[in-house]
């Protein structure tokens, strides 16, 4: 079995606007991009995981993705479900037969998650579940790759449950703090601030600190 991370990044400039009020621009940008290392960090830790794609229409991102081990995909507007599916179709060319999909905004995420959701997958047709604290989809775990539609956007989680429910496979449900905690809005900083210690964006909060 062959397993490939898939990481979907947004243009920078239009990336984490909800924190506009506590971050400028360009710090929005580098907050995205510590988030992000830390996800690559995760997933690179994680055995069960063969490699990961980066996919984002912001040539920054990619670049920064390469720089971090990861294979980069440019993504030609196509929104964020379509996004995926083009790195879906990229990674089965390379020869995956299971896809692990996750946001790049889980600074919290570690490789024992990823190892972990994806043991629980034990069956040829196979669906893995994280949901988010908002109900909507953290981790997704497919195998194979294209067994179920993307619904990924709001409270996804139901709609990938019902998805499973039609491709015949009962999903299976992975949770956990660290992979539910996204970082959307300013009280999220509270507990990256607590629970984040060695982690590339709880580095880059305590650098905002000390200037």
Do not use: C
């Not at 999909?101 to 600074?107: K, R, V």
């Not at 990256?192 to 982690?199: E, M, N, S, V, Y």
């Amino acid at each position: 079995m062959l397993t490939w991370a898939i990481v979907p990044v947004k243009r920078l400039s239009e990336a984490k606007s909800s924190l506009s009020e506590i971050f400028g621009p360009e710090q929005r940008q580098r907050f995205v991009l510590a988030m992000l290392a830390d996800v690559l960090n995760a997933v690179q830790q994680a055995h069960a995981v063969s490699g990961a794609v980066v996919v984002s229409p912001d040539k920054k991102v990619l670049d920064f993705a390469r720089l971090h081990g990861a294979v980069d995909i440019a993504e030609p507007g196509l929104g964020l479900n379509g996004a995926l599916k083009l790195a879906i179709e990229h990674v089965v060319g390379q020869g995956a037969t299971s896809v692990f999909i996750i946001p790049g905004d889980l600074p919290l995420l570690k490789g024992a998650d990823i190892e972990n959701l994806t043991a629980m997958a034990t069956a040829e047709r196979d669906v893995v579940i994280a949901p988010s604290k908002a109900n909507g989809t953290n981790a997704l775990f497919l195998r194979p790759p294209d067994l179920i539609d993307l619904r990924f956007g709001g409270e996804s989680f139901p709609l990938h449950v019902r998805e499973a429910i039609q491709a015949g496979v009962r999903p299976r449900i992975y949770r956990s703090p660290t992979v539910a905690t996204d970082i959307d809005e300013p009280a999220d900083l509270l507990i990256l601030k607590t629970l984040g210690l060695g982690t590339r964006t709880h580095d880059f909060l305590v650098s905002l600190n000390q200037r």
